[in-house]
C-alpha cells in the first residue's frame, strides 16, 4: 500500500518534511495521490503546499509541514531550531495553499467537477503537542503532532469525513483529472513551443560536449564507440563525418534504416558543401548505386546475402576514386556479419582505412546477429544527454550498461492501462489529447511495437520517400514502428505496446520504444504483458509515474 507521488523524485525543503511525507506516503493506498512541494501563484505572491494528498472518496488534504521546535506562545507561533527563533504562520499558510489550488481547478477547462472536498492541516512531526492543546484557527483535529505521525492517514481521512455536509469527495476519475492539471498539461501552444524549443538547445549543448570524445580520439582510426540511448552517439556519428570531410578525406556515412538515413541526409545538407560527404544513405542503397538490381522488401535473402556478396565484388572493381577514405556507420548493431566485408572492400585502403562504429548492444532488435570483422578500439559513453530523468528511468533496467542522466527533470511519465487488443485506439486518444493540449503535430510521433497503425499503413502505400517525408511535415503528428524509429526521436511519444511478432528481441523493442521520447511519454498497454518482456523496474517506473 502506497501512494503515487509528484514528481517522482520531490525537492524537500527540511527533514522533517521528508520524513512526514515518507511516513504518510507508506500508510495511504495505492490509488492515492501526493503532490509534494507545488507552488501556486498569483497576482501577490507565490505561496509553496508542503504536502496535497488527494484520495478517492474522501477528499484533498493541503498540509504545512513544519519541523524542529514548534511552539504558540500568545496567539503566535513560534519555530525554534538551527540557532534561530522566528515567527511562522503554518495555520494561513496552509488555507491560503487550499484555495490557491480551489482557484487554479476553477480556472482549468479539463476540471468539470465543481469545488472538490478540501481540508488544510498543519503537522508537526518533530513537535509534542500537550494533551489540552486547542487554538482558535486550530482545533487539536487540525494539527497533526509527532506522535499522530504514525496514523497520519486515518487523521487525514477523520478530517475530512467531517466535511460530509459541504462537498462530494473526488472519484477515481477525478483524481486523474487533477494529477493532469497539476502536471501544467494545457499551457497555451506559445509557450509549449518556447520550452521544447530551449530544451532542445539544451540537449544541443550538452551533445556538443561529447566532441571531446572525438578530439582525444584523433589519432585512432579504428572505432567503436558504445552508448545507451540519449548518449549522443548520432551526433558524435554526423561530427565526426564532418571533421574528416572537411579534412580532404572522401567520406561515406552509412545506417541500415530508410528512416535514420533520411535524418543524416537533411541534417548534413544544412553544412557547407565542402564538410558534405561523398555519401549518406543506408548500406544497401550504396550497392544498389553500384549497380546490384533492386530487390523487393520481403526478399530477406536479398538484402542479408546477395546484395552483400554483389558489393564486394562489385567494390574490388571499383575505381580508387569512387572508393572512400573514411566511414562513419551508425546504428551499427543493425548490421549483418555478412555485411562487413563489403563495408571494409568500400575502403580505398581496407587494411588501415578509417572506420567509426558507432552502436547500443541493447537496442539489437533484429534477429540477424553480426559484430563487425576488424579490430575496432572500443569506447564507452556513460552519460545520457536527451531524455528527462522521468524517462530515462522508464528504460534504465533495459540498458546494457548504466547511465549518469544529465537530461534534467521533466513530467512523470503517463501509463495507459488498456488490453493489448485496444492499445492502439487507447494511444489514438492520447496523441489526441496532446495536440488539444497545445503540443504541435511535428512534435508527437504515435508508435507501434507489433502491427503497424493504420495510418502509417495507409502512408506507406506512397512508398518509402513519401512516407519518411510526412515525419518532417508539421500537418499531422508521425505514425511509426519501433523497428523503423530507431536513432530517431520526437519531443513528445506515444507509444502503444501492442504486442510483439517475436518476444525473444521484445525486450529490445521495448527499450527502443520508451526510449524515442525526449520530453513526454505516454505508454498505453497491458502490464502483465510489459512486465513479462521488460521486467519489474519497468512496471515499477510506470505505476509509479501515474496510471491512467
Excluded at 534504465?396 to 492499445?423: A, E, I, W, Y
Amino acid at each position: 500500500m502506497t501512494a503515487r507521488i509528484y514528481p517522482a523524485e520531490p525537492d524537500f525543503e527540511s527533514h522533517a518534511e521528508r520524513l512526514f511525507a515518507d511516513a504518510l506516503r507508506e500508510q495511504l493506498p495505492d490509488d492515492a495521490v501526493m503532490v509534494c512541494g507545488q507552488v501556486f501563484s498569483d497576482r501577490r505572491e507565490d505561496r509553496e503546499a508542503d504536502v496535497i494528498v488527494v484520495w478517492p472518496g474522501f477528499g484533498i488534504a493541503v498540509i504545512e509541514v513544519k519541523g524542529g521546535s514548534v511552539a504558540l506562545r500568545g496567539g503566535e507561533w513560534r519555530q525554534v531550531g538551527g540557532g534561530l527563533d522566528k515567527r511562522i504562520r503554518p495555520v494561513d499558510q496552509a488555507k491560503k495553499c487550499k484555495y490557491l489550488l480551489r482557484d487554479y481547478l476553477r480556472r482549468d477547462r479539463r476540471w468539470t467537477s465543481g469545488d472538490p472536498r478540501m481540508v488544510h492541516l498543519v503537522a508537526l512531526p518533530a513537535t509534542t503537542l500537550p494533551a489540552d492543546f486547542d487554538a482558535p484557527d486550530a482545533p487539536r483535529w487540525m494539527v497533526l503532532d509527532r506522535a499522530d505521525c504514525s496514523s497520519a492517514a486515518d487523521r487525514i481521512a477523520s478530517a475530512l469525513r467531517q466535511l460530509e455536509h459541504d462537498t462530494e469527495p473526488p472519484s477515481l476519475e477525478q483524481v486523474e483529472e487533477l494529477v493532469e492539471c497539476m502536471a501544467g498539461v494545457g499551457i497555451p501552444q506559445q509557450d509549449l513551443a518556447a520550452g521544447l524549443l530551449e530544451r532542445e538547445a539544451e540537449c544541443d549543448l550538452l551533445t556538443r560536449d561529447q566532441a571531446r570524445v572525438l578530439d582525444m580520439l584523433e589519432g585512432n582510426a579504428r572505432v567503436e564507440i558504445r552508448g545507451g540511448a540519449g548518449s549522443g552517439k548520432t551526433w558524435l556519428a554526423l561530427e565526426k563525418a564532418r571533421r574528416l570531410t572537411a579534412a580532404g578525406q572522401r567520406v561515406a556515412v552509412m545506417c541500415y534504416s530508410r528512416g535514420l538515413a533520411e535524418f543524416l541526409k537533411r541534417r548534413i545538407a544544412a553544412w557547407p558543401a565542402k564538410q558534405q560527404p561523398a555519401y549518406v544513405g543506408t548500406f544497401h542503397y550504396l550497392g544498389i548505386g553500384w549497380g546490384v538490381p533492386a530487390g523487393s522488401d520481403d526478399d530477406s535473402t536479398y538484402w542479408e546475402e546477395f546484395l552483400p556478396g554483389e558489393m564486394v565484388s562489385l567494390a574490388g572493381a571499383l575505381p580508387e576514386a569512387e572508393r572512400f577514405d573514411a566511414i562513419v556507420i551508425d546504428e551499427a548493431q543493425d548490421f549483418a556479419e555478412s555485411w562487413w566485408p563489403a563495408v571494409v572492400a568500400s575502403l580505398r585502403s581496407p587494411d588501415d582505412g578509417c572506420l567509426y562504429v558507432f552502436a547500443d548492444e541493447g537496442q539489437r532488435v533484429f534477429a540477424r546477429q553480426g559484430r563487425p570483422t576488424v579490430a575496432l578500439t572500443p569506447i564507452n559513453l556513460t552519460e545520457n544527454l536527451r531524455n528527462t530523468k522521468q524517462i530515462a528511468g522508464t528504460f534504465g533496467s533495459l540498458t546494457t550498461s548504466q547511465m549518469k542522466n544529465r537530461g534534467g527533470n521533466g513530467v512523470p511519465v503517463r501509463f495507459v492501462q488498456c488490453t493489448t487488443d485496444q492499445t492502439v485506439d487507447v494511444a489514438d486518444d492520447e496523441a489526441v489529447r496532446l495536440l488539444d493540449d497545445g503540443w504541435p503535430a511535428d512534435a508527437v510521433a504515435l508508435l507501434t511495437t507489433y502491427r503497424r497503425h493504420p495510418e502509417q499503413a495507409a502512408r506507406q502505400k506512397g512508398g518509402p520517400e513519401a512516407y519518411w517525408d510526412s515525419f518532417w511535415e508539421d500537418e499531422d503528428l508521425f505514425y511509426g514502428h519501433v523497428l523503423g524509429f530507431k536513432g530517431l526521436e520526437r519531443p513528445a511519444v506515444v507509444l502503444a505496446v501492442n504486442g510483439f511478432r517475436d518476444e525473444v528481441r521484445a525486450r529490445e523493442m521495448l527499450y527502443v520504444g520508451l526510449s524515442r521520447a525526449r520530453d513526454l511519454l505516454v505508454v498505453c498497454g497491458d502490464l502483465d504483458l510489459i512486465g513479462r518482456v521488460g521486467g519489474g523496474g519497468v512496471v515499477r517506473r510506470l505505476t509509479g509515474g501515474g496510471v491512467a
